[in-house]
């Protein structure tokens, strides 16, 4: 099997013999290639045929990515307002809502922030996503490598 791809096409033809052709959207892996058509094995089922003149968005897997950004952002945000909440309450419970906004108040939303950002990005590092390129199906070139298919792009001006 080759490359892992994800591929957006037009059916074929509408379940219901409408005129309307849905949209569907599946991923696995390349096993084979036509003028006209591509074919990947999704989730093991067998290898299925998507003719090229209905795919409307292609994409190959480029691997994996650290989560790591997004959880250092989430834990930021969500730290500071943490924090912000300690400080609300405190200063409700004091009945001095100006010193929310003091200099005192500002330094338990900054610790907030600073602990969500390290647990944030601790969490986020030890999880990852995958990495999709979105390619344009006309200026695709299939070559053999000793895994299977891959899918390349030329380079433009080469």
Known sequence: MGDRIRVQAKQTAAPDGSSDTPVFTTTGGLTGWANDSLWIDSSGHGSIPIYLSSVEKLEV???RRSNADMGMATGTVIGAFVGFSFVLMGATA???L???FSTAGLKYVAVGAGVGFVIGT???ALSSRDAWREVTVG???VTVAPNGLTLRVPVQGR
């Open 61 to 63: 897997n480029d691997g």
């Open 98 to 100: 100006k010193g929310a």
């Open 122 to 124: 601790a969490v986020g």
């Open 94 to 96: 004091f009945g001095d």
């Open 139 to 141: 200026d695709l070139r």
